[in-house]
């Protein structure tokens, strides 16, 4: 069995909750490869960076993922992705007409993708992000956004384990959380979760761990609130989800600015 552990890498920065600098929310290493996005806070789109974790950043393969976010001047809010047997779930939350909420759940399979262009105009990632791969309807946002009338501390994070897809949505210090198995979505009771920003959900011991920007934490299932006194400042932070290891890294994002460096130099020298 892999030992797990979290390592928290503290290196403090500037409060700054509209940048996680150059990759959203969370890095993944599986079978000694990297998996991390970068959106274009112009565009809205996402891009899927794939490498070895032994070789420099700037090397991984780049590729262009039918999904995004929109980024909100105020309570801002990261991509929410996760992978799972090499498929991209994620949250295509972008602002473009064609896009709805209810088909805003995204499966995309690693294999199917395009590289990166630049030089392609992003109206066709935001036109296939608004319709493709919409296997699984978005029934939990729809409910949230019919339960709650104000939606600006909207925040929300994905992740797939047994192959079950988890949702994670709260607004106003409210947390529910949603799984999808057997083709039905089941809703748990409403969790009291203090948010004064995003939060992120990482898998770890077999548990759900539930981290905001206000320091609440806990850990789901069973629900258990963290003390206060273990806080992780996740406002500039990336998680780095080893899943070689087992081991979960909170980094700074300004470690990330050297792209000539390997992930696994970043993280044994830091």
């Excluded at 608004?130 to 309807?137: C, D």
């Excluded at 729809?142 to 949505?169: C, N, R």
């Excluded at 003390?227 to 070689?244: A, F, G, Q, T």
Aim: contains cysteine.
């Amino acid at each position: 069995m892999v030992r797990s552990f979290i390592i928290l890498l503290l290196f403090f920065c500037g409060n700054n909750l509209f940048a996680q600098g150059k990759f959203d929310r969370r890095i993944i290493i599986e079978k000694d490869t990297f998996y991390a996005v970068e959106i274009n806070n112009e565009t809205q789109v996402a891009k899927l960076f794939i490498g070895d974790i032994h070789k420099p950043i700037d090397s991984a393969a780049v590729f262009a993922l039918p999904a995004g976010t929109k980024r909100r001047n105020q309570n801002f809010l990261p991509f929410a992705w996760t992978l799972y047997h090499d498929t991209v779930y994620c949250i295509n939350f972008t602002e473009y007409a064609q896009n709805s909420h209810i088909n805003s759940l995204k499966s995309i399979p690693v294999n199917t993708l395009e590289e990166y262009n630049a030089n392609e105009k992003p109206t066709k990632n935001l036109m296939q992000a608004a319709y493709a791969n919409k296997a699984i309807i978005n029934l939990p946002l729809i409910k949230t956004f019919k339960k709650y009338v104000y939606m600006d501390d909207l925040y929300f994070d994905i992740q797939v384990k047994a192959g079950i897809v988890y949702q994670f949505i709260c607004v106003k210090n409210e947390l529910t959380v949603w799984s999808y198995k057997n083709s039905a979505w089941e809703e748990s009771e409403v969790i009291p979760f203090k948010t004064n920003g995003f939060f992120s959900v990482f898998e770890y011991s077999g548990n759900f761990n539930v981290v905001s920007t206000s320091g609440d934490y806990l850990i789901y299932p069973p629900l258990i609130h963290m003390n206060p006194n273990s806080m992780i400042d996740i406002s500039n932070k990336l998680i780095v989800e080893n899943r070689d290891s087992g081991e979960i890294h909170f980094i700074s994002s300004s470690w990330l600015d050297d792209i000539s460096l390997s992930l696994k130099e970043i993280l044994e020298r830091k």
